[in-house]
């Protein structure tokens, strides 16, 4: 019995042409907007070096994403990686930019590209671990932290109120085990 074989040849283009677009990053090109002035770094990390200082409302071309993160390319052509909550996919109008980036925009964020939704998983025994100090994280903190005499001027000037909350009772039968 002879088998009969189809010809692979169209199949075979049309998947070589697939995976070229697919490598070239092109079918994922996306367009964003950085929701408030942010940092660009040279990595995905809180610790890693600035590249660049972007303003609010900064027009970035996204080239990857990686947890929390997303690879851009800003209008001067520096690459480097922002917080994906610090950004915005679309037009301020609420439509998707770029109607042809539509099946892209599926595959980037699980959705048409409107509305992304961003999860981040805890951190692994083993980053914990190897977790090293960030002084330069600190030193950021330290400088957003008010006095107790700027937080009471800022309360009054919004009309609030001092309240004393009681603490919930505990109750010792559904807490768990300390291991």
């Not at 019995?1 to 092109?26: E, Q, V, Y």
Request: positive net charge; hydrophobic residues 40%.
């Amino acid at each position: 019995m002879k088998t009969r074989r189809s010809n692979p040849t169209p199949r075979l283009a049309l998947a070589l042409a697939l995976a070229a677009t697919l490598a070239s990053g092109l079918a994922f090109a996306e367009t964003a907007t950085t929701l408030r002035a942010t940092e660009m770094r040279s990595e995905p990390l809180g610790s890693a070096e600035v590249v660049a200082k972007l303003g609010a409302k900064a027009s970035v071309d996204i080239t990857g994403r990686k947890g929390a993160w997303a690879g851009v390319k800003n209008a001067e052509g520096l690459d480097g990686w922002v917080r994906v909550l610090n950004l915005r996919t679309g037009t301020s109008d609420g439509k998707s930019a770029g109607g042809g980036n539509q099946l892209a925009a599926a595959f980037l964020t699980g959705s048409s590209g409107n509305t992304v939704s961003t999860g981040v998983k805890g951190l692994s025994p083993d980053k914990l671990r190897n977790a090293g100090s960030a002084p330069s994280e600190v030193a950021m903190l330290d400088q957003l932290a008010v006095g107790p005499d700027d937080a009471r001027s800022f309360a009054t000037s919004a009309s609030l109120e001092a309240h004393q909350v009681d603490y919930l009772k505990s109750d010792r039968r559904s807490r768990r085990k300390q291991r």
